[in-house]
């Protein structure tokens, strides 16, 4: 599996957007995109994934670079609620998700 | 639907005991995992299942054991409980399916052994 580089911290300001940039330098061709969070202690929740082509749901969007090496999770109304430590994470389309969870980046949401 | 259900919540151990955390979940996924994370770091993959009958290891499988005898349940038995087994253990499941979905976690069980 593909490692990824995340920077282990960022601050937001409560209602602006939080971008969270992820290095995936030697991504496979078959190798999806996804992330995930984990609030406090809580289990990790998904977010959102992609292969290509920049993803959208009712949590985040997803772009991806054409070339595949980086990508960037746009949290576009941040509120404390989203503070949490967001995983980067690329696994092949195979059963399941064998995932290999980096440290990962710890957003601070603030007032 | 409770989806993802670890018990117990909490568990204190001593060395040498032996134990089994249970993962249950009710949407009718073929593919379960039991996972490890200890303290500020990210999650490590100890056994998973693609379906009842059928178990692989991960990157940390030393210590555990794991049956699938049904689609519903994924137990993890620690076979002589050790101090670096202390933890947090999370299970997941997803559709078994080359259709990528998402994985659901339950809330983990924290366990320490002294």
């Known amino acids: 599996d593909a490692k990824t580089t995340q920077p282990p911290s960022m601050d937001c300001a409560e209602g602006r957007a939080a971008n969270l940039p992820c290095n995936h330098s030697t991504i496979s061709g078959n190798e999806y995109v996804y992330w995930y969070r984990q609030i406090h202690s809580q289990g990790p929740q998904y977010i959102i994934h992609?292969?290509?082509n920049n993803e959208t749901n009712e949590m985040a969007s997803l772009i991806i670079t054409e070339d595949r090496k980086s990508s960037t999770l746009i949290l576009p109304h941040a509120t404390l609620r989203d503070t949490a430590v967001y995983y980067c994470i690329v696994s092949p389309d195979n059963y399941g998700q064998n995932f290999v969870f980096g440290p990962g980046t710890r957003l601070s949401v603030l007032p | 639907n409770a989806g993802v259900t670890q018990t117990p919540k909490f568990q204190v151990l001593k060395t040498g005991q032996s134990m089994t955390l249970q993962c249950a979940q009710d949407m009718n996924h073929e593919y379960m995992s039991w996972y490890r994370q200890d303290p500020g770091m990210g999650l490590r993959l100890i056994h998973y299942s693609v379906g009842a009958g059928i178990t692989d290891q991960g990157e940390v499988p030393n210590g555990y054991n794991v049956s699938r005898s049904t689609t519903e349940d994924f137990p993890l038995r620690l076979l002589s409980a050790a101090p670096s087994q202390t933890s947090v253990y999370f299970c997941?499941?997803?559709?078994?399916?080359?259709?990528?979905?998402?994985?659901?976690f339950g809330q983990g069980t924290r366990l320490t052994v002294v």
């Open positions: 997941a499941s997803s559709y078994g399916d080359r259709v990528v979905t998402e994985a659901f």
């Open positions: 992609g292969l290509k």
